[in-house]
């Protein structure tokens, strides 16, 4: 198989169309065989459920190449299961979560030449997604879906080294008590579009949110979750109903505690309490683990003693064994790692 000519180095973080996307649709109550295709273009009603009511669910994760050449993706049954999770409370139907892990598996086989070489520190981005098609006005769930899955090949996330992020505590909220800030839906990011931009206006990398009932309370930024490290090298991540469960901060804290023999709790955590932390990072697909060098919760800095130049040392720890993981240097736990054949 020959692989594009791409500046794999060099990539961002955007779209791109690649090869072939697996579509499968949903009508009369059941899904049908599914197929790779050609065409990247959707026609639909423009009074389709997905347009006027926003009923869009999707996943995130990467294919990429281990240091003995195997392409692999990291964990899809947790996507798979998760997706199915935002179905159920979305109202969608459920896509069979093994039937999910093998249209990823078979999508990024279809575009096994646009997956970059092992070191070149980019990947290919698959985006599963599941949309309601028909036409509905009275306020409904749709009759009709289609799931999908496309890649795109996406640049190395930390071009040009690793720079500390400075993050502000947002006055906006993620996410409702007893919403939907657990599921991965598209809702939750339109809502989330204002925020980032005044962030970005204003010289924020990025958002904190504070949970919305009591607003004391840390939840995650607008697409990664929480993790803190204590100044006596414990992990904390915080607990709530409204956070997305990351696939990454999980598979982050089973390697703390497995991997590294290190205390880990899933816990409250008051965004009084921050100040004391040695460390804080962001984990997410696309980065891992993004260090936060600064937070500023109005006017007031708490700057983490990490610095603003690097990764602190814990963080660096989890980040350097969990890239390890994936990329084969370092044993996987069984069934992190799906090879595609
Ligand atoms: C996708 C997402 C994350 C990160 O989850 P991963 O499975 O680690 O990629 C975190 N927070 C939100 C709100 C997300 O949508």
Redesign the pocket.
Known sequence: MEKKNIDWQNLGFGYMKTDKRFVSSYKDGAWDDGALIDDDMITMSECACVLQYAQTI????KAYTTEDGRIVVFRPD??AE?LANSSKRMEMPVYPEDKFVEAVLKTVKANESYVPPYGSGATLYIRPYMFGINPVIGVKPADEYQFRVFTTPVGPYFKGGVKPLTIRVSDFD??APHGT?HI?AGL??AM?LHAIVSAHEEGYDENMYLDAGSRTKVE??????FLFITKDGKVVTPKSNS?????????LMYVAKEYLGMETEEREVYLDEVKDFAECGL????AVISPVGKIVDHGREICFPSGMNDMGPVTKKLYDTLTGIQMGRIEAPEGWLRTID
Do not use: D, H, Q, V
């Open positions: 999707f996943e995130g994760m947790l996507n998760r993620r996410a800030g991965k939750n990011y989330s995650e930024t607008g697409g990664a979750n956070i997305l469960p990351s696939i990454t901060r999980r598979s984990c997410g697909t696309a």
